[in-house]
């Protein structure tokens, strides 16, 4: 096996509590995005993601009709790259505006921090937008984080559920894929990084899964319950 050089990590149940996002993040972009659409319909940034919920949503035709379509997806957890991208530009007032900080497990935080400093080189991949999971480690419990990233991916690249996603990143990162190693909470992610030749690491944080999960629960990748238990080595 080869040694690790990268390491690519999720975030929501791997860096930082499930609960932080469904019960802090998701509400507060479902009652503030009625008022952001409102003032911001016509930003050039805004106005695609908008006409992008048409696509998925035809029946949405004018801006109020799009917001309820968008807060359905956010009561579904709905993966749609319009949203995530909405939700990211909706965060970024919250969190700059210090109505709160992004949650950071210690041990994930001191591990991204030592391994930045051991030479590893560091990615995220999450299906949060790119500028809403800057936001996340720039104003995480932790600090800002950022400095400690070289790079960002999200669903823009694929589903995080598919293979092909993680050949992209690992071309965009320019290694050999048996020297990235993916970390993640969700068994399907796992399955697909590890398809396309990245090493895995199951995180089965007890405050996020409550029942630990058994051996064939885990389909083969190492399983731990914090980042203080990872070595990053072949």
């Known amino acids: 096996m080869a040694t690790v050089q990268a390491i690519l990590t999720d975030i929501e149940g791997t860096t930082s509590s499930i609960s932080f996002v469904k019960d802090v993040l998701f509400p507060y972009a479902r009652r503030a995005l009625?008022?952001?659409?409102?003032?911001?319909?016509?930003?050039?940034?805004?106005?695609?993601?908008?006409?992008?919920?048409?696509?998925?949503?035809?029946?949405?035709?004018?801006?109020?009709?799009?917001?309820?379509?968008?807060?359905d997806w956010i009561d579904a957890d709905r993966k749609h790259t319009a949203l995530k991208a909405l939700q990211g530009m909706v965060w970024d007032a919250g969190f700059r505006e210090a109505d709160f900080t992004a949650h950071m497990y210690p041990d994930a935080?001191?591990?991204?921090?030592?391994?930045?400093?051991?030479?590893?080189?560091?990615?995220?991949?999450?299906?949060?937008?790119?500028?809403?999971?800057?936001?996340?480690?720039?104003?995480?419990?932790?600090?800002?984080?950022?400095?400690?990233?070289?790079?960002?991916?999200?669903?823009?690249?694929?589903?995080?559920?598919?293979?092909?996603?993680?050949?992209?990143?690992?071309?965009?990162?320019?290694?050999?894929?048996?020297?990235?190693?993916?970390?993640?909470?969700?068994?399907a992610e796992l399955d697909a990084a590890r398809e396309a030749g990245l090493q895995t690491v199951l995180l089965d944080r007890l405050d996020d899964y409550p029942t630990p999960r058994n051996t064939s629960d885990c389909n083969g990748h190492p399983r731990v319950t914090g980042f203080d238990a990872i070595t990053p080595a072949g």
């Open 34 to 71: 009625p008022e952001f659409i409102a003032a911001n319909a016509d930003n050039p940034d805004v106005r695609p993601w908008l006409d992008a919920v048409t696509v998925d949503a035809p029946q949405a035709q004018d801006d109020a009709a799009r917001v309820a379509v968008l807060q």
């Open 109 to 187: 935080a001191e591990a991204l921090q030592r391994w930045y400093a051991e030479g590893l080189v560091l990615y995220v991949y999450s299906s949060g937008s790119v500028p809403a999971q800057k936001l996340f480690f720039g104003h995480s419990d932790a600090g800002d984080l950022t400095p400690l990233m070289s790079g960002w991916f999200d669903t823009e690249i694929g589903g995080k559920r598919e293979a092909d996603s993680y050949a992209r990143i690992v071309e965009r990162i320019g290694m050999a894929p048996g020297e990235i190693l993916f970390l993640s909470d969700v068994v």
